[in-house]
């Protein structure tokens, strides 16, 4: 029989899992500290439980992490990694070093169903979702892991079809027996599925990003199919009801293609559409890739675009490139090729 992972395990579900072994209930404590806390890899190390604690686990559970089985170094220090997530199956996660802080883009499926066309990721299909423990593997398993100042879940994958899991994965990364991070070093990005965005705005206080991509929603239903089914306007209306004056964020994300959505006439429209919400607009240059036509806009129109949403009081940043070389940027991650 296939042992469970413990790792990945909410402080419930720990409690549930000692006292099905007849454990007394602290022990889960105890094991969320070793499992989030600490660094081990095996149940012996687990110096503060009892022996007959240990080798009760040990019978039917196993840790469960895994390093990465492949690193990529951009020249921009920039560094790719592929966690297998299945048989024949990989994600990509990508830590981005900057200055004083160090960001991982972190996926929650492998592949994905939303088949944006401007996304790598979108056009290798959809694979599967990750469980807990492939998502938090991620963070855990990474060489660089002490360093992170930041998480972003802007990698493979669209978290709001994935919602169970990824609420899970936020309750350990957010709660004291777990990773104990601030919801605001936190950032999920979607395209704006309800009613998981209802969901999650209701019971997190992680920051929000949105593909925004174009503010007319026949132009934005060409690049991404999902507009007809899930309009972008009945998720701004949703976000709109909470909070995001004081500590959370939200953010607006808009890849730039040339003569797509770059014209003035969409910039004031995405301040229009973007009005009632305190919103950061983050432009994104497009990264080209095999497979797609589209082109990014020029750095001129680029700035164009910026004071036309500054004008209109919407901090605008362009984002700067990272990883391109190594396929890590934006829009680039797909494990397609890993299967052969
Ligand atoms: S942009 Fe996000 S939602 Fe769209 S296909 Fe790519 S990973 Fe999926």
């Given at each position: 029989m296939?042992?469970?992972?413990?790792f990945?395990?909410?402080?419930?579900?720990?409690?549930?899992?000692?006292l099905?072994?007849?454990?007394?209930?602290?022990?889960a404590k105890?094991?969320?500290?070793?499992?989030?806390?600490?660094d081990?890899?095996?149940f012996?190390q687990?110096?503060?439980?009892?022996?007959?604690?240990?080798?009760?686990?040990e019978?039917k559970?196993v840790?469960?992490?895994?390093?990465?089985?492949k690193?990529?170094?951009s020249k921009?220090?920039?560094?790719?990694?592929?966690?297998s997530?299945?048989?024949?199956?990989?994600?990509?996660?990508?830590?981005?070093?900057?200055?004083?802080r160090?960001?991982l883009?972190?996926s929650?499926?492998?592949?994905?169903?939303?088949g944006?066309?401007?996304?790598?990721?979108?056009?290798q299909?959809?694979?599967g979702?990750?469980?807990?423990?492939q998502?938090l593997?991620?963070?855990?398993?990474?060489?660089?892991?002490d360093?992170l100042?930041?998480?972003?879940?802007?990698?493979?994958?669209?978290p709001?079809?994935?919602?169970?899991n990824?609420?899970k994965?936020?309750e350990?990364?957010?709660?004291?027996?777990?990773f104990?991070m601030?919801?605001?070093r936190?950032?999920?990005?979607?395209?704006?599925?309800?009613?998981?965005?209802k969901?999650?705005?209701?019971?997190?206080?992680?920051?929000?990003?949105?593909?925004?991509?174009?503010?007319?929603?026949?132009e934005?239903?060409?690049?991404?199919?999902?507009?007809?089914?899930?309009?972008?306007?009945?998720a701004?209306?949703e976000i709109?009801?909470?909070?995001?004056?004081?500590?959370?964020?939200?953010?607006?994300?808009?890849?730039m293609?040339?003569?797509?959505?770059?014209?003035?006439?969409h910039?004031r429209?995405?301040?229009?559409?973007?009005k009632?919400i305190?919103s950061r607009?983050?432009?994104?240059r497009?990264?080209?890739?095999p497979?797609?036509?589209?082109?990014?806009?020029?750095?001129?129109?680029?700035?164009e675009?910026?004071?036309?949403?500054?004008?209109k009081?919407?901090?605008?940043?362009i984002r700067?490139?990272?990883?391109?070389?190594i396929f890590?940027?934006?829009?680039?991650?797909s494990?397609?090729?890993?299967k052969?």
């Amino acid at each position: 029989m296939e042992k469970d992972f413990l790792f990945g395990k909410t402080l419930a579900e720990l409690q549930e899992t000692v006292l099905g072994l007849g454990l007394p209930k602290f022990t889960a404590k105890q094991l969320a500290d070793w499992l989030y806390k600490k660094d081990i890899t095996e149940f012996d190390q687990m110096t503060n439980l009892s022996k007959k604690a240990r080798a009760l686990l040990e019978e039917k559970f196993v840790v469960g992490l895994s390093a990465p089985v492949k690193e990529t170094v951009s020249k921009d220090g920039t560094k790719k990694y592929l966690f297998s997530s299945g048989e024949n199956r990989f994600v990509e996660a990508a830590y981005i070093p900057d200055k004083d802080r160090a960001t991982l883009c972190l996926s929650c499926q492998t592949g994905c169903k939303m088949g944006c066309k401007f996304c790598n990721t979108g056009l290798q299909g959809f694979a599967g979702n990750l469980n807990v423990n492939q998502i938090l593997n991620q963070i855990k398993s990474l060489p660089e892991k002490d360093n992170l100042t930041n998480l972003v879940f802007m990698g493979m994958g669209e978290p709001m079809d994935n919602l169970q899991n990824i609420m899970k994965a936020l309750e350990i990364l957010t709660s004291d027996y777990g990773f104990a991070m601030s919801p605001h070093r936190i950032t999920l990005s979607t395209v704006g599925i309800m009613p998981a965005l209802k969901e999650f705005l209701d019971k997190t206080d992680v920051h929000l990003a949105v593909s925004v991509h174009n503010p007319f929603a026949k132009e934005r239903a060409e690049i991404m199919p999902i507009e007809k089914a899930q309009p972008l306007e009945r998720a701004l209306m949703e976000i709109e009801k909470h909070d995001f004056r004081h500590q959370r964020r939200f953010s607006a994300e808009y890849i730039m293609i040339q003569g797509f959505n770059d014209t003035p006439t969409h910039a004031r429209k995405l301040a229009e559409i973007l009005k009632n919400i305190p919103s950061r607009v983050n432009l994104i240059r497009y990264h080209e890739h095999p497979g797609s036509d589209f082109k990014s806009s020029s750095e001129i129109r680029i700035r164009e675009f910026q004071e036309i949403l500054n004008s209109k009081n919407i901090i605008t940043t362009i984002r700067a490139s990272r990883g391109e070389d190594i396929f890590a940027a934006c829009g680039l991650l797909s494990t397609k090729e890993m299967k052969k």
